[in-house]
Structure formats: structure tokens, C-alpha cells
């Protein structure tokens, strides 16, 4: 599988790198919060086993100074205090940073694709894979959080700690050093391989969960009626067991881990102990900084944990990021054309097709070798029975579906040498509107738009009445979906939008579906007096009637051939 | 005098979920107070190994050298404890596991006895999420808050004790600031926990606003506006992001307590005891309230004091978690589905019934009626079309008949009424199709088989034949076609056809169907109510739908009227209604 490699959209290490000063404060705040928390022990051991060791008696006598190990104690606990506090808040702004990198990132990826790779991702994938971007995106800044800060802490603090047992005894380090290595690399290495693999499976376990349930939810009545939902009943409680079994593996294996990570640590403990003190005759070493050496191990445990549990967060993150590549990649392997003659045509704007032939993947009619030439200031009208492929032909128009045989030539040049996206204004079936206002969704057709455009555009569909009614006007938020308007007047809003966007040439499918026949003749005498005199290609299953207008029309039959096409005038009701 | 009508609290329910699983957690929390007492002894044999060698070292007693057998208990602490904890996790993770799958059970127990009647607890996705999600959301709860909420009081005391034994003042040094941990966590985390619950809302907001976008992407892209789309993408992240700080600067505050009280508790007890060793205690001068021994035990103990308070603040939203998830579900765990008395049972038999309706009504929440009191009287082999407004009780009616929804007033099968009848041996009679057909992801012959496993593959390619589906599939895979998701690879036409094939396996005597038809385009529903006309000969239909449009051969049509509004037609009278209607429909 020799495909044409782009660069992955994520990869790891762009986690890191998008945020690398936020990262870095965190680190910096994290390290010295830890430093703060182990020497708080060490230096309270050391304090109170010294001064025990001074003596109420010697105390005059020596001139123990109590202040700066007093003052070092508050300092510890200060930084440790605001220590905490800071580099939550600072993990969580580099966090949030992350995620607005890689949320614009990722759409400005799914963007670079044709037009047609985006419908046939939401097509195959179904709306759940499309929920699971948002969860997958929020996973990625799991690999900082909870496994790279963490190790690279661990791995601070435990040189740290082995570089002072070296200046105080090497020996000690040699004692303290097996159980302590063991706890920081060896058993976490061990398991970060398995785990992280095992974590990877999570989300598929819990989507065929997902699917065992939901799907025959949908079916729950009939289900009933023929007495299969014990079936159902049973297939669910196995996809659970087998979800839960697998979350039982990680969770023992990291309470596993955890457990032996500690163990090693005691160990290290009872080494370092067992050896210090027949050294503490020999060299310089002293009961309180053996009981400082011993309470900085005890401290550490804390810092090492994390790293038993680091592999689920790995895995998970892992795994968001290859379906999160994956969901990105074009699946034609074509990423947008770039036309090799860029350039936009010249008005007049004559369209010709010469024997097109074309099919969406899967179905079974589309058009077959249709032929004809649509000069500038005419309109084509393209009928024909439901599932001819009269939206197949619009979508080859658009140069969004390659045909199977035949060319395309706009103004005496294939379709896809023109740079298109400035001269195709094209109306598909599926179109959205936006969980945005409705100012808002028509100025995705011209950002500039001013308010009087845009109510000089609502007007000429027959829509400035109604939003005048609207409270809110022209600031009335649509709803996700476009759920608070009508079917007709989203048609006539995504309409709109696309005439502000004031492209030469236009493909309309269906424009007038759900609009009385006074309505047609407005919307369509606008559409005309907008677009000027570019050619205009209409799917609908209603003929077309607007005086002066100089209509041509196409009849596709079922199997989607023409059957008759000219410039007879449609016969009027 | 129990009234039905108080519900238990979230947390009652909670306490009812895991009342079976006391057992495990039980036994968790032994292991977790064992893990304290070897605390106490492991700091207790370090302090005492410590102060030996102090004196040794100082040549004031014999040098005594490592005392084997200390060092060896002191080694079992230091092993036992780890190990004591993992298994108090694993008993935790059990507890949590049965809980889990047990409410998971009760759930889809409760969906089986509510058939259509699902719909009013909320969409099938939402239903999915209350029972994957929203019981698994328990979790935190169950294997961690429980145990670590009995362990946050009795562990602070033990140790208290135990410090009291050397020290009053540091004793009470401490637990005078523990009560403290619980106020401060009460007041700060009420206020996060308010502020998390907006932060969560606006970041499903915001998620749901950047799949807005990226499901409209191929429009963007024609219309040219990708790239601000991008620019918006950013700046609401943006926002949410200057937003969620502001949240996420108080949230913090809580955990920053326990903190600074851990911190505080070791730096004051460590000034203490030192200070105290050294004798310059400002009213203790020159003498040494506590011997160094008791000084190091307190000192080791001190970190250990808050730690679980410490953990139990960091699981303090497990709780939150479980309860919003519980109130979630109570609505479906509250639900008291119906069934009929199944005191008499029909016969099998393929001979359609006939159905004699008086006053039938069926009643809805707070005194609503779903459908208002209705005579309907159906013939043997009568085809009904029920229409009206939604909510004028289209599928309540259905539901009644399909032996979901109580109702009122009678409902006669062959003279039987519903409410007696033996539930499963009525709906064997029925056949059903609704909005979605129950096609699963499978081949075409597995899917077939949901309505007669035993059917062979001549009688299958049969049926496919009758809906006119055969042809299609034979130039696929024939009966081996392979349909995804939610019938993927069929058109919905098509797998409505399906549909229509798997009840022609059933011989039911009586279809119900509701709005078969509404999610099809004009041509595939004309198509469909063709052929339900043709192969739905010789039995009686009851046939839902908004549109009569290719339903001009039923036999009577009833308008269903929220108000009063209801009229009978006979066919002759509303078929010239339909021949008036028919030109604006077109338009």
C-alpha cells in the first residue's frame, strides 16, 4: 500500500511543540512544587533529628542556628502551596491552548479537501464517528498532562534525589539505587508498551458496545412483537462484560504496578538504612541526613505514581490521533486541485458538455452521455423521475464528481484547468445553515457584506417581511441545524447566502421546493437579476415559468439518458 | 401510608444501587484502615530505629548496630501497605463492576417492558447514553468516593490518637485545622462545582459548535468561507478559553486549601518539635516537651494525616458526577411500565380480529390526555388510515393496541378485552412498521430471520420477491447482501420494503403502521403504499400516516382532532376531498 503520504495532520509531537512556552511554565512550576514537597520532608527530618542531636544543653554552647532551617521550612511550604496552585492553572491554559490549536488546526485539514471527499466521509462515517472528533480532540492534550509531565518530573526528581545521595555517599546511592530504579523506569517501562496497546482498544470496545444497543433501540417495537429482544438483551450484556473485562485488565494492571512501585521504593528504604548506618562511623554521613535521605525516598512515592496509571492516557491519546489522521486524510488520496492553468474565465461564460457520463459510487443510474452547450444568459432547466441522476450531472458540473466518460469545458477549457471556486456557485441538495445568526450564516457568502446588502438580498427572496417579524431580526440565532426556520425559508437563506457570494455561474438543485408559485417567479427573477447574464443550470421537478426568461430544458429518462432536450418552452399550467 | 409519589433523592438511589455490593466495599475499607495501622507501626519502628542510633551515635549507649529483626518488620510494613492498597482497589473495582452491570440490567429490563413507549424518556441516543454512560459515570463513586469517604474521618482520628499518645498539643494541633478542611472544601467546592457545571456546558457548546461547522464543511468550501469559518473557530475558542480560566482560578482554590493545610501541618508540627528539642520554645524555654522519638513518629505521621482528605478532595466531583447521573435516570428507573393481565389467552390464529373501541382515551403526565376518549370499531380485513395534527393521539392509539399503554374506557379484541389478555399471544397477531425499519447490521437473510428465525432461504427469496426487492438484491449478493449500519447499502425506500418483507413472514393478521413513509421521498412512499395496498389484502390495517398521498384505497379514513375536531369519512366523501386537495398539494 504504496499511497501518496502527506504529512499526518497531528503528530505527537506537535502536542508539545504548538505550546511549548505554556508547556515549559507548567514544567517549571510542577518541578520546583515537587522540590518544595520532598525537601519540606527532608529538611523537617533533618531539623528536628539535628536538633535533638544539639541538645537542649548544647544549644548556648554550639550556637545551633534554628532560623534558617525554620525559614527554609515556611519557604517550603509557601512554594509548595502557591506551587500547586500555579501549575494546575498553568497545565490547564497550555491545555486549553492546545486545544484551539488543534481544533483549527483540524478543520483548516478537513478544509484542503474536495468539496465531494467531505460528503463521502460523513456518508461512510456515520454521525457518531463525526461526534467522536470533538471527544478525540479533547483526549490529545492527555499525552501532556498526564503522561509527559508527569515522567518528566518523575525523572527530575529522581536524578535529583540520586545526585544528592551521590554527593552525600556514593555507596548510599549504590544501596538506594536498584529499588529506586526499579520504581522510576523499570516497572513503569515494562508496562508502558502493554498498557498503552491495551488502552488503544477503549474506544472500539465501547463503539461496538454503542452499536449493539443503539441500533436495535431503534427497532425496540417489532423487536418485541417477534420476541428477539431477549437476544438483544443478552448480545448487550456480553459486548458490556467484555468492556468491562478489558477496562479490569488496565486498571489491574496499573493498580499492580502501582503496588510494586511502592514495594521497590520500601526496599530501597530499608537498603538504604540497613547500609547507612554501618557507614555513619565511617564518613561524614550523619543520623539526620540519613533520616532526611530516608524521608525524601518516602516522598517520592507520591512523584512515581502517576507513571503506573501514564500508559491509559498514552493509549488513549494515541488512538485519538490516528482516527483523528485517519478521519482527515482524503480518502481519493487527491488533496484540492490545484488547477495547472489557474485562472478565472472571462464573461460571457459558455458551458458545453460532450457525452458525460457519471455515477456516485454505489448507485445505480446517473446520467448517460448527455451533450449540449449553454451559452451565457441562458438557463438550463434539468428534469426527470426521482433517482435519474440529475443531481449526479449538477455535482459533475461543479467539477465535484470526475465523470466516467466525457468532458466538461467551460468557455472552451476543461472544467477542473479553471480555478472554479470563483465562478461555480453551486446549490446542492444537502447545504447547511449554521448555529450561528442569520447575519452571520449570509455573510459566509461575502464577510463583507454590509446590513443593507444583506437586507436588500432578504427582500428580493421574499424574506425581508418575515425577518422584520422577528424580534430579533437579522440577529436571530438559527439553531444548530438551522432548526428554527422553516424548510422553504432555509432553502431561500442558503440561497441567498450564495448570490451574495456573486458567482458568474450558478447550479441550483431544487431551489424551489416548498414555495408557492408567486414565490417562484420572485425568487427566480432575483436569482436572474443577480447573476447578470452568467448561464444558470436548475434541477427541479417543476417547470420553471418566468416571462423573458430563455429556458432550455433537459429530460433525463429513468436510466438517466436524454430524451429530449431544446428549447422548447415548458408547457404552463 | 406510603405515598407513591415521593421519589428517592439521588443519593438514596445511589445508596439502593450499592446496598447489594456493601459486601466488597466492606472489605475495602478494612484493607484501607489495615494499610493505616501499618502506617503507624512503620513510622512507630522508624522513629524508634532512629533515635537508637541517635544515642549510639552520640556514644551515649552501646552501638548497637542494625537490629535485624526491626529492620525486617519495618521491611513487611513497607511491603504489606502497597499490597493492601491493591487489593483494596480490586475489591472497589468489584463492587463498582456488579453495581454497574447490575443497574445496566434493571435499565434495559425497563426498556423491553416500555417498547414504544421508550420515546418518552427521551431520543434513542439519549436513552444509549443513560445506559452506557450515564451508569458508568457511577464509577468514581463506587470504587473510589465510598472508601474514601469513611477513610477521610476514621483515618485522621486513628492517627490522631495515635499522636495524642505523645503530644497533645500536636494532636489537637491537627485535628483542630481537620474540621477546617471539610468547611473550606464545602464552601469553595459548592462554588466550583457550579462553576465546573457551566464550564461543562459551554464546552459541549462549543463542541457542538465546531461539528457544526465541520458537518457543513462542503458548504463552507463552495461558498468559498472555510478559512473564516477557521477565524470564528478561534475566537470562540478563544473565548472559552479567557472564560474556563476564570472558572478553573476559583476550582483551584479548593484543592489549594488542603494544600496549604498539608503544608502548614508538617512546616508548624516540624518548628514545633525541633524548636522543642532545641528548647527555645517562647514558653517552653529550656525544656523539651517532646522526646525525640515522638518527636520523628509525629513528624512521619503529620503528611499522612491529610493525605486522605487530600485524595478524597481530588474524587469530590466523582460524587457530583454519580448523583447528576443518577438524577438523569431516575426518570426511566421511576417509570411503572404496564402490561396486560394476561389472564386470557387467544389462540394463534391467522383470522383477523375484530376490534370494538368505547371511550377508549389514553392518559398522559400531569392530567393530559395523550388521546381523548375515541369509538372506533374495526371489521375483520378493514384498512383504516388514522390521520390528524401531532398530539392528537396518532401513536397513543397504536400504543394501546400494541399492548404498551394503559388505557381507559374498553378496548375489545373478539370480545376480550386487551387488559386481560396474555400480552405475548395478542402481539403475535400484530405485524408493525414505524419511521425506522428494524433492519440491523447483518446480511439481508440474518436480518429476514429477526422475524422467523426458522424460515428457509426458498421462502425468504419468496418474500423478497413479493416487495419487489429481489430482483436488486439477486444482483448483489442475493440473500448474503451485507448491510451496515442502520441499513447501510439499501435506500430507505428499499429497506422499508425489507421491512415489509420480514412482516410477511410473520402471517400476523393485523398490521399497525406508523408513519412508515415519513422519511421517504414522494416517488419511494407512493411505491411503498402501493405495495402495502396489494400485499396487505385479507388482513386488517391500521395505517398512521400525515400524508394520504397514494393511500386512496383504505377503506375509512379517521381525523384524529386535538380539540373536538374528530370526524369519520366514508370513503366516497374523502376521496372527493382528496381530488379537491390534490392540486395545491402539487404546487
Known amino acids: ?573 | 401510608m406510603t405515598a407513591a409519589t415521593d421519589s428517592p433523592t439521588p443519593r438514596q438511589r445511589l445508596a439502593r444501587c450499592l446496598a447489594p455490593q456493601r459486601w466488597w466495599l466492606r472489605g475495602a475499607l478494612l484493607l484501607a484502615l489495615g494499610g493505616a495501622v501499618l502506617l503507624v507501626a512503620q513510622s512507630w519502628l522508624l522513629a524508634a530505629l532512629f533515635s537508637r542510633w541517635l544515642l549510639a551515635w552520640q556514644g551515649e549507649a552501646a552501638p548497637t548496630l542494625p537490629a535485624p529483626w526491626w529492620l525486617a518488620a519495618l521491611a513487611t510494613c513497607l511491603v504489606l501497605r502497597p499490597l493492601l492498597h491493591a487489593g483494596r482497589e480490586a475489591l472497589s473495582r468489584r463492587a463498582s463492576r456488579n453495581a454497574r452491570a447490575a443497574l445496566r440490567l434493571e435499565l434495559l429490563e425497563r426498556l423491553g417492558q416500555l417498547g414504544p413507549l421508550r420515546r418518552r424518556f427521551g431520543s434513542d441516543g439519549a436513552l444509549g447514553a443513560q445506559v452506557l454512560e450515564q451508569v458508568d459515570a457511577l464509577d468514581g463513586y463506587v470504587s473510589r468516593y465510598q472508601v474514601q469517604s469513611r477513610l477521610a474521618v476514621l483515618v485522621p482520628l486513628l492517627l490522631g490518637v495515635a499522636i495524642a499518645l505523645h503530644s497533645r498539643l500536636a494532636a489537637a494541633l491537627m485535628l483542630m485545622t481537620a474540621p477546617l478542611v471539610p468547611l473550606f472544601m464545602v464552601l469553595v467546592g459548592r462554588a466550583a462545582a457550579g462553576a465546573s457545571r457551566r464550564q461543562l456546558d459551554t464546552q459541549a457548546r462549543l463542541g457542538g459548535h465546531f461539528l457544526d461547522l465541520v458537518r457543513g464543511m462542503g458548504t463552507l468550501q463552495r461558498l468559498g468561507a472555510a478559512a473564516q469559518a477557521s477565524r470564528r473557530i478561534a475566537a470562540a475558542s478563544e473565548a472559552y478559553r479567557e472564560r474556563t480560566m476564570g472558572v478553573l482560578r476559583l476550582a483551584f482554590l479548593s484543592s489549594a486549601v488542603l494544600e496549604f493545610f498539608s503544608a502548614l501541618a508538617i512546616a508548624l508540627v516540624a518548628l514545633y518539635l525541633g524548636l522543642g528539642l532545641l528548647g527555645v520554645l517562647p514558653w517552653a524555654k529550656g525544656e523539651v516537651p517532646v522526646s525525640y522519638p515522638s518527636a520523628l513518629f509525629i513528624l512521619l505521621l503529620a503528611p499522612e494525616f491529610y493525605a486522605p482528605l487530600r485524595q478524597l478532595g481530588a474524587d469530590y466531583h466523582a460524587r457530583a458526577e454519580a448523583e447528576g447521573a443518577m438524577r438523569e435516570l431516575a426518570p426511566l428507573l421511576e417509570s411503572r411500565p404496564w402490561r396486560p393481565a394476561d389472564r386470557v389467552a387467544l389462540a394463534d390464529t391467522a383470522a383477523p380480529p375484530r376490534l370494538a373501541c368505547r371511550n377508549l382515551a389514553v392518559a398522559g403526565d400531569a392530567g393530559r390526555r395523550r388521546l381523548a376518549p375515541l369509538d372506533l370499531d374495526l371489521a375483520p380485513g378493514e384498512r383504516l388510515l388514522v390521520q390528524g395534527e401531532s398530539g392528537s393521539g396518532k401513536s397513543s392509539l397504536l400504543e394501546a393496541l400494541l399492548g404498551f399503554a394503559p388505557y381507559e374506557g374498553s378496548l375489545a379484541v373478539d370480545g376480550h378485552e386487551l387488559a386481560e389478555l396474555e400480552r405475548e399471544a395478542w402481539q403475535r397477531r400484530l405485524g408493525y412498521l414505524g419511521q425506522q425499519p428494524p433492519v440491523l447490521r447483518g446480511s439481508v437473510a440474518d436480518n429476514l430471520r429477526l422475524s422467523a428465525p426458522e424460515a428457509g432461504d426458498s421462502e425468504l427469496v419468496a418474500v423478497l420477491d413479493q416487495v419487489e426487492l429481489w430482483p436488486l438484491l439477486a444482483a448483489r449478493q442475493g440473500l448474503a447482501t451485507l448491510l451496515g449500519e442502520r441499513g447501510r447499502g439499501l435506500s430507505g425506500g428499499q429497506l422499508q420494503r425489507l421491512a415489509l418483507a420480514q412482516l410477511l413472514l410473520r402471517e400476523a393478521p393485523l398490521w399497525l403502521f406508523d408513519e412508515a413513509t415519513a422519511h421517504l421521498d414522494l416517488d419511494a412512499a407512493r411505491r411503498l403504499n402501493g405495495l402495502i395496498e396489494r400485499l396487505s389484502r385479507g388482513r386488517s390495517v391500521i395505517l398512521v400516516s400525515h400524508e394520504a398521498d397514494g393511500l386512496e384505497w383504505v377503506d375509512r379514513r379517521l381525523v384524529l382532532g386535538t380539540a373536538a375536531l374528530r370526524q369519520e369519512r366514508r370513503k366516497e366523501e374523502w376521496r372527493e376531498e382528496m381530488r379537491e386537495e390534490m392540486p395545491s398539494c402539487q404546487s
Not at chain 1, 512550576?29 to 529538611?43: D, E, M
Not at chain 1, 478489558?246 to 503496588?259: D, K, W
Not at chain 1, 457525452?355 to 446520467?367: D, F, H
Not at chain 1, 445568526?437 to 446590513?451: F, K, P, T
Request: charged fraction near 20%.
Open chain 1, 1 to 573: 500500500m504504496s499511497e501518496l503520504k502527506s504529512a499526518p495532520a497531528i503528530r505527537l509531537r506537535d502536542l508539545l511543540r504548538l505550546r511549548r512556552g505554556g508547556w515549559s511554565l507548567a514544567f517549571v512550576i510542577g518541578a520546583a512544587t515537587l522540590l518544595a514537597v520532598v525537601a519540606l520532608l527532608a529538611i523537617s527530618g533533618w531539623f528536628i533529628t539535628a536538633a535533638a542531636a544539639a541538645g537542649v544543653a548544647s544549644m548556648a554552647l554550639l550556637g545551633f542556628d534554628y532560623f534558617r532551617p525554620a525559614a527554609l521550612i515556611r519557604l517550603c511550604a509557601i512554594v509548595r502551596t502557591v506551587g500547586r496552585y500555579g501549575e494546575r492553572l498553568a497545565s490547564h491554559h497550555a491545555a486549553l491552548g492546545l486545544l484551539k490549536d488543534l481544533r483549527c488546526r483540524l478543520f483548516d485539514a478537513l478544509g484542503r479537501r474536495t468539496p465531494g471527499a467531505a460528503q463521502i466521509s460523513t456518508a461512510t462515517g456515520s454521525a457518531a464517528t463525526m461526534h467522536r472528533l470533538v471527544t478525540d480532540i479533547d483526549q490529545l492534550d492527555r499525552f501532556v498532562l498526564s503522561a509527559l509531565l508527569p515522567w518528566g518530573w518523575a525523572g527530575l526528581l529522581s536524578l535529583a534525589v540520586m545526585g544528592a545521595l551521590a554527593w552525600l555517599d556514593p555507596t548510599l546511592l549504590l544501596a538506594a539505587m536498584p529499588g529506586l530504579l526499579m520504581a522510576w523506569l523499570g516497572l513503569p517501562l515494562l508496562t508502558l508498551w502493554q498498557g498503552s496497546r491495551l488502552a488503544r482498544y477503549d474506544a472500539e470496545l465501547g463503539e461496538a458496545r454503542r452499536e449493539a444497543l443503539v441500533e436495535p433501540l431503534a427497532a425496540i417495537t417489532p423487536l418485541l412483537l417477534w420476541g428477539r429482544w431477549g437476544d438483544v438483551h443478552r448480545r448487550v450484556a456480553e459486548h458490556d462484560r467484555r468492556c468491562l473485562d478489558h477496562q479490569e485488565r488496565q486498571r489491574r494492571l496499573a493498580s499492580l504496578v502501582g503496588a510494586l512501585q511502592q514495594v521497590a521504593l520500601g526496599m530501597s528504604i530499608v537498603s538504604v538504612l540497613w547500609w547507612g548506618v554501618s557507614r555513619l562511623s565511617e564518613s561524614g554521613l550523619s543520623v539526620a541526613l540519613l533520616l532526611a535521605v530516608v524521608m525524601v525516598l518516602l516522598g517520592l512515592g507520591e512523584i512515581l505514581a502517576p507513571l503506573a496509571v501514564s500508559f491509559v492516557s498514552l493509549g488513549a491519546s494515541l488512538a485519538a490521533r490516528d482516527r483523528l489522521n485517519a478521519l482527515v486524510a482524503d480518502p481519493r488520496g487527491v488533496s484540492a486541485s490545484t488547477p495547472a492553468v489557474a485562472g478565472t474565465p472571462s464573461s460571457p461564460l459558455s458551458l458545453e458538455l460532450d457525452g458525460i457520463s457519471a455515477r456516485i459510487p454505489g448507485a445505480l443510474n446517473g446520467p448517460e452521455g448527455v451533450s449540449l452547450k449553454l451559452r451565457a444568459g441562458e438557463v438550463l432547466c434539468v428534469r426527470g423521475p426521482s433517482g435519474c441522476g440529475k443531481s449526479t450531472l449538477l455535482q459533475v458540473l461543479a467539477g465535484e464528481l470526475a465523470p466516467s466518460a466525457g468532458e466538461c469545458r467551460l468557455n472552451d477549457r476543461k472544467l477542473n484547468e479553471w480555478r472554479l471556486n470563483e465562478v461555480i456557485g453551486y446549490l446542492p441538495q444537502q447545504w447547511d445553515l449554521f448555529d450561528m445568526s442569520l447575519a452571520a450564516n449570509l455573510r459566509l457568502g461575502n464577510g463583507e457584506a454590509s446590513d443593507d446588502m444583506l437586507w436588500q438580498m432578504l427582500d428580493e427572496l421574499a424574506l425581508g417581511e418575515w425577518v422584520r417579524r422577528l424580534p430579533q431580526g437579522l440577529d436571530t440565532p438559527l439553531g444548530e441545524y438551522g432548526a428554527a426556520v422553516s424548510g422553504g425559508q432555509a432553502r431561500r437563506i442558503a440561497l441567498a447566502r450564495l448570490l451574495l457570494a456573486r458567482r458568474p455561474l450558478l447550479l441550483l438543485d431544487e431551489p424551489l421546493v416548498g414555495l408557492d408559485a408567486v414565490c417562484h417567479e420572485r425568487v427566480l427573477a432575483a436569482v436572474r437579476r443577480r447573476q447578470g447574464d452568467g448561464p444558470l443550470v436548475v434541477v427541479s421537478h417543476v417547470p420553471l415559468d418566468l416571462p423573458g426568461l430563455r429556458l432550455r430544458e433537459l429530460w433525463l429518462s429513468a436510466e438517466g439518458r436524454p430524451v429530449k432536450a431544446g428549447g422548447t418552452r415548458a408547457s404552463q399550467r
